[in-house]
């Protein structure tokens, strides 16, 4: 999006490196500029702060939870999103917000993608190596690339054979198509059009494209759950009755109506299709003679039974709305509803009823059977072809090496990160690891998760700003946990974590669950075994830790 300029290779010696620019990257280093840590450099691929925002900017892209949840910092920069649901656009401005709030863009370095990380015991600083021949040597480095950075293609036969035009959606190309995110894809109207990936990216898509093509032909292997959207404009009479610490508050409501399945004794602030089932679940409980004498299975056969109730209620809106009775059984979910992230939109099943759109079922191939150079093959009949957009997501159950884009990350004593971590992750808190010193860590990994993505990031980001603050305030060259520390930590990751292997086996193959193949890397879904007690437990773990002050289980090195 915004072309990389020709500069120097840059040689320098830092404090804090930053590696991504999206929200984990501005959210690390937000927090370490209000530590007082003011020597930060974010080094971002993208010519831009934004990270999945930067570059995703494809037709119809919004978030898909309440962006008054899940945007974050808006007290802070006294920011207010423009209705519940906001525009990709809104969403990457916002993060431009953060990036100038705190004097993020003068030391940051754009369109440049991290190579190589190599510990250096002489100087007891990371070596980093980029594809701008950089040499930055810094005290302490802060990995920050995000689960949404990769783009994931399928694995269809013959991909590269295709002759016609092809792209991703986080890669619009609108030389292509025409328009914007708005929509206008004009120069769409001659041509036959393929969507493969029917996930929260394509039910946004397909509107637009319905809208623009001559023919779309959308190649569905699972079909969504779709809900209506009502994406109302932001209420000013709402704004102006919310009180100081309103955000805090409303993610930490929609966080237990959501990832704790319910939060007796208080309101649903957000009331959408997302707490749904726990709202429900709650009326049921709440409903009984004596709610506390539930038993575990009680309540596992309420909380299913609601399930199957909003389940029904969404196959039978699919049945109202889609004219076509082959089509609309197709598109009827099958599944559990929290088996692959729900989605809304008010445009996705009416764009069915179009002439000029048809819905490729390939559930029973498991997906398309393969490429040649005039189209796809699907359950052997060959679809002609002009463009193939892939809505197929990003790799976030890969390989952490591929998740990383780097190419190597040694720690002391030429120690391999990916080798280290191989057959399971080894951290304190999921934010540092032994054997690789001033190194930190942000995602999903033996951390306390929220329902919220950003809320996790500011979490990790205020932990390890003041653990980097600290270092530098006691003198120490270096931090890193001690192996009982980190031994004790994976002990209570396995003893605590919930173990949902179980119902991810009964769930169609998506992210959720490994795309079906169990856990890989020690992991039994893309969370990575979180802390079973909880975000908020999690969060309050951190903060006793922090008030005790001696920094237990780490080792600061001179």
């Known amino acids: 999006h915004t072309p990389a300029t020709a500069r120097d290779p840059i040689s320098q010696d830092i404090d804090v490196a930053v590696l991504g620019g999206g929200f984990a990257g501005l959210l690390s280093a937000a927090y370490l500029k209000k530590a007082g840590v003011d020597d930060v450099r974010i080094i971002e691929l993208g010519g831009d702060f934004g990270g999945v925002w930067y570059w995703n900017r494809y037709p119809g892209i919004q978030c898909d939870n309440e962006s008054y949840c899940y945007i974050p910092l808006l007290e802070e920069l006294d920011f207010m999103p423009s209705k519940k649901f906001a525009d990709g656009a809104e969403i990457y401005e916002h993060c431009r917000r953060i990036g100038k709030h705190f004097g993020l863009y003068d030391s940051a370095i754009f369109s440049t993608q991290v190579r190589e990380l190599r510990w250096d015991e002489s100087l007891k600083r990371w070596r980093i190596g ?14 920050a690339s995000g689960p949404f950075h990769r783009p994931k293609l399928p694995g269809i036969p013959g991909i590269k054979d295709f002759n016609g035009h092809s792209f991703h959606s986080s890669r619009w190309d609108y030389a292509y198509t025409g328009g914007d995110t708005t929509g206008g894809l004009v120069k769409l109207a001659d041509k036959r059009v393929a969507l493969i990936g029917t996930g929260a990216t394509g039910v946004q898509l397909v509107p637009f494209l319905g809208r623009h093509a001559k023919h779309l032909y959308v190649f569905q292997r699972t079909p969504s759950t779709v809900d209506a959207r009502g994406n109302a404009p932001t209420d000013p009479q709402w704004v102006r009755s919310l009180k100081p610490g309103w955000q805090k508050e409303r993610q930490r409501n929609f966080h237990g109506w959501t990832f704790e399945g319910m939060a007796l004794g208080q309101p649903d602030l957000v009331c959408d299709f997302w707490t749904e089932l726990g709202r429900n679940t709650a009326a049921r409980v709440l409903a009984h003679d004596d709610p506390a004498s539930l038993t575990p299975e009680q309540f596992i056969t309420i909380r ?7 389940m029904e209620r969404l196959r039978r809106r699919v ?16 599944y559990r509803f929290l088996c692959k992230r729900p989605c ?53 159950t890969t390989q952490i090496s591929r998740r990383y884009s780097i190419d190597a990350i040694r720690g002391r004593d030429g120690l391999s990160l990916f080798d280290h971590w191989r057959d399971g992750y080894r951290t304190l808190h999921g934010m540092t690891s032994r054997g690789f010193p001033n190194q930190f860590f942000t995602g999903f990994t033996q951390v306390g998760i929220s329902a919220n993505i950003a809320a996790n990031y500011e979490l990790q980001g205020e932990h390890i ?18 192996q009982q520390a980190q031994d004790q930590w994976c002990a209570t990751i396995r003893e605590t974590a919930v173990d949902n292997s179980a119902f991810d086996s009964q769930c169609t193959p998506g992210y959720y669950n490994n795309e079906g193949g169990g856990g890989g890397e020690g992991i039994r879904s893309h969370l990575g075994e979180p802390y079973g007690p909880g975000f908020y437990a999690f969060g309050d773990l951190l903060k006793k830790w922090r008030d005790e002050g001696d920094l237990a ?6």
């Open 130 to 143: 980029t594809s701008r021949d950089d040499d930055i040597r810094a005290r302490f480095v802060v990995m």
């Open 304 to 310: 299913e039974e609601e399930d199957y109730k909003i």
């Open 319 to 334: 049945g109202r709305i889609v004219a076509d009775e082959q089509t609309a059984e197709a598109l009827k979910p099958y």
């Open 344 to 396: 809304s939109n008010d445009e996705y099943l009416p764009t069915f009823n179009r002439p000029n759109v048809t819905l490729v079922d390939v559930s029973s191939s498991k997906g398309v059977q393969r490429a040649t150079p005039k189209g796809l093959v699907a359950d052997g009949v060959e679809y002609e072809l002009d463009c193939i957009i892939y809505a197929s997501g990003f790799e976030i």
């Open 465 to 482: 700003a003041y653990l980097i603050s600290e270092a530098l305030a006691r003198g120490a060259a270096t931090v890193e946990p001690t």
């Open 553 to 558: 289980g780490l080792v600061l090195g001179t």
